[in-house]
Every structure is written in structure tokens, then in C-alpha cells.
């Protein structure tokens, strides 16, 4: 009985072999990204408008991994849970970072992270803007929507802007 020859077909690389029961997280599309921030902005205006500020707020946001840019749920993570007591301590770039990365290390379905604080803005005369960062495992998305004065029933106004991919040495 001849013995087997091994086949001349190569194996696959590790990228393509890799699918949905073997690893923790997916890498995220540009639709996904603009999903989490779409769906953050509306709630976060509403509160805005009703006169609310938020103060270092991390939420978890799960993605549909067949569908991009479609969210299957969130989850808020209070930081005191995590071993910070005062939410105002995420400010420092390199806490978030460190904060950010244990969280996307836990065994988790939710692949996005999202950070939310309000900050005066160092420049003279520039207000207050709501500073959101999504994080997942490939990249870090941020934005910074100006606080203005709202009209009539509304007490401020979120304005609309666009989200930037920054580097992880880029976080202020």
C-alpha cells in the first residue's frame, strides 16, 4: 500500500483561517464605526439639550459580526467597577488607554468601546465640547462636538461634526 503523499496545496494564512468561532474580536469596518457614532450622538444630544453634562461615561457597544454597521446592543460599563473610583481619572490619555485595553481583553461579545466626557476647551473664548472616543482592537475613532447655547425649550446645543481616526499617542 503506498504511503500518502502530503498535498502541494500550501495552507491558508492565519488572517483567512481566522473566522467567527475563533477569535475575541472582528476588525472593524468604517461602517460599524460610523453605526456606534450615530447611534451615541442621538441620545447624547438629547441630554445636552435637556441640560445634562456627562462626566467620563464608558459604554460597551456590540456589533452584528455578518452585518457591518449594524449594532446589536449596548451595555454601560461603570468605571468603578473596574477598579476607578472617580470617572474624571479617564481624562489622562495613558489611564484611558491602559482602561481600554483591559476592557477589550475581557471575554466579552461587545467589540467597541466608546468614552464620553465633557471639557472646556484650553483655547480663550472656545466653550465646552462633548469628547467621544470609540475604541476597538485595530484603531481609535474620536470626535469632539461643540456645546453651544441651545433656543428656547433647549438649555445647550450638540453640533454635528466628523470623527477622525487618531492615533493611540494623538488622545488628549
Known amino acids: 500500500m503506498p504511503s500518502p503523499t502530503p498535498s502541494r496545496r500550501p495552507e491558508p494564512a ?4 481566522d473566522h ?3 477569535r475575541q474580536h472582528r ?3 468604517s461602517a ?3 453605526a456606534a457614532f450615530r447611534a451615541l450622538f442621538g441620545p447624547l444630544r438629547a441630554n445636552i439639550r435637556r441640560g445634562m453634562s456627562i462626566e467620563g461615561q464608558v459604554f460597551a457597544l456590540e456589533m452584528d459580526p455578518c452585518i457591518p454597521g449594524e449594532m446589536l446592543g449596548t451595555e454601560w460599563i461603570p468605571p468603578a467597577t473596574r477598579g476607578i473610583d472617580n470617572p474624571a481619572l479617564l481624562a489622562d490619555a495613558g ?3 491602559a482602561f481600554m485595553q483591559r476592557l477589550l481583553a475581557e471575554p466579552r461579545p461587545e467589540s467597541l468601546l466608546a468614552y464620553l466626557c465633557e471639557r472646556g476647551s484650553a483655547r480663550p473664548g472656545g466653550g465646552t465640547h462633548l469628547y467621544v472616543e470609540i475604541n476597538a482592537v485595530d484603531g481609535c475613532y474620536a470626535a469632539r462636538f461643540p456645546i453651544a447655547p441651545g433656543r428656547g425649550w433647549h438649555r445647550r446645543e450638540l453640533g ?3 470623527h477622525q ?3 493611540p499617542l494623538l488622545i488628549a
Open 14 to 17: 492565519p488572517f483567512f483561517a
Open 20 to 22: 467567527r468561532g475563533a
Open 27 to 29: 476588525f472593524m469596518e
Open 32 to 34: 460599524d464605526i460610523n
Open 95 to 97: 489611564r484611558r488607554r
Open 160 to 162: 454635528r461634526v466628523l
Open 165 to 167: 481616526r487618531i492615533g
